[in-house]
């Protein structure tokens, strides 16, 4: 079964300031997908941003971006001058048939 | 359009009751999936339908059923609840393998 690993359960960054999450999967498949959900304390679902495996290309969305390392099974988000309003829980995610999650990333941003 | 709406949004159940949580979709999304949320293990997929008359079994599909009677709505129902079941659970909705969206949730407290 593919395991979706966050070896960070807490992270801290100061605003402004950039912030990379960590994210490792394991599969025996060549095409999935792999998404980053933010979960503010209102508990919310929010997909943050989209890869799919047979691209090469980074995907990048405003202020968050990706490194996608397909060989490495490496898939970190960069979030780029942080704000206070990205303080939440973090889940990495990955998929082909079925969806596995991250047991995600506590992101607090010091003012 | 509402998206992906979760009822109750709160509930709390004695030892060995029943209850059925409703999911309803307005996207036209072929797959819907129940997930549950315990502190620390991220999400985990309890049952999926790819399509109206259609279900199987996820991660941790014991002591739960559904059913799809219709395409947008998708019923998970709890036949005699337990306290190992208390958690807040998670609907969502997908076109096919892209993303999911998610519903707010659904905090379930088996006393």
């Known amino acids: 079964a593919q395991t979706v690993t966050q070896s960070q359960p807490e992270m801290s960054v100061q605003e402004a300031e950039t912030v990379t999450l960590s994210c490792t999967y394991d599969?025996?498949?060549?095409?999935?997908?792999l998404f980053w959900y933010k979960q503010p304390p209102s508990r919310q679902m929010i997909l943050v941003i989209r890869?799919?495996?047979?691209?090469?290309q980074n995907a990048t969305e405003n202020r968050f971006s990706v490194n996608f390392q397909k060989a490495a099974k490496s898939f970190s988000l960069k979030i780029s001058d942080s704000q206070l309003g990205d303080a939440a829980m973090y889940f990495c995610?990955?998929?082909?048939?079925?969806?596995?999650f991250g047991a995600g990333t506590r992101l607090t941003v010091k003012p | 359009n509402a998206g992906v709406t979760q009822t109750p949004k709160f509930r709390v159940l004695k030892t060995g009751q029943s209850m059925t949580l409703l999911c309803a979709q307005d996207m036209n999304h072929e797959y819907m999936y129940w997930y549950r949320q315990d502190p620390g293990m991220g999400l985990r997929l309890i049952h999926y339908s790819v399509g109206e008359g259609t279900t199987a079994k996820g991660e941790v599909p014991d002591g739960y059923n559904v059913s799809r009677l219709k395409k947008q709505n998708f019923l998970l129902g709890l036949e005699s609840a337990a306290p190992s079941q208390t958690s807040v659970y998670f609907c969502a909705s997908s076109y096919v393998r892209y993303e999911q969206y998610f519903g707010p949730g659904t905090r379930l407290t088996v006393t």
């Open positions: 890869q799919e495996a047979y691209k090469q």
């Open positions: 995610a990955y998929r082909d048939n079925d969806m596995r």
């Open positions: 599969t025996s498949e060549s095409d999935y997908y």
